[in-house]
């Protein structure tokens, strides 16, 4: 299993956030972590995947939310940290 990284735009709404890390784990990838970093003169969010052998895909699909929003109902918690939503420092949780 490799690991590689992928540059999550710090201006995306959480929803957005979402929706473009469940379309990186519809290649056959599974989240792992983000992480605060310089990156091309910047700082940005760089999201951490694992590969996973053809046809897998982590289910259910992934959410990210507020770190202060309800637990969504059936999911677990995935995920903690710091990330830039719409260009703002926000704490997040990730939940499956």
């Known amino acids: 299993m490799s690991t590689y990284i992928v540059e999550v735009d710090p201006q995306l709404t959480l929803d957005d956030i979402s929706l473009a ?9 599974e989240f792992q972590r983000v992480a605060l970093s310089f990156h091309e003169n910047r700082i940005t969010n760089l999201a951490t995947f694992n590969d996973l052998p053809p046809g897998k ?3 259910p699909q992934i959410v990210f939310l507020a770190d202060k929003a309800a637990v969504p109902a059936g999911k677990k918690l995935l995920w903690a940290g710091v990330m830039l939503v719409s260009g703002t420092n926000t704490a997040v949780k990730a939940y499956r």
């Open 21 to 29: 890390i469940a379309g990186e784990e519809a290649t056959c990838a």
């Open 57 to 59: 895909r982590p289910t």
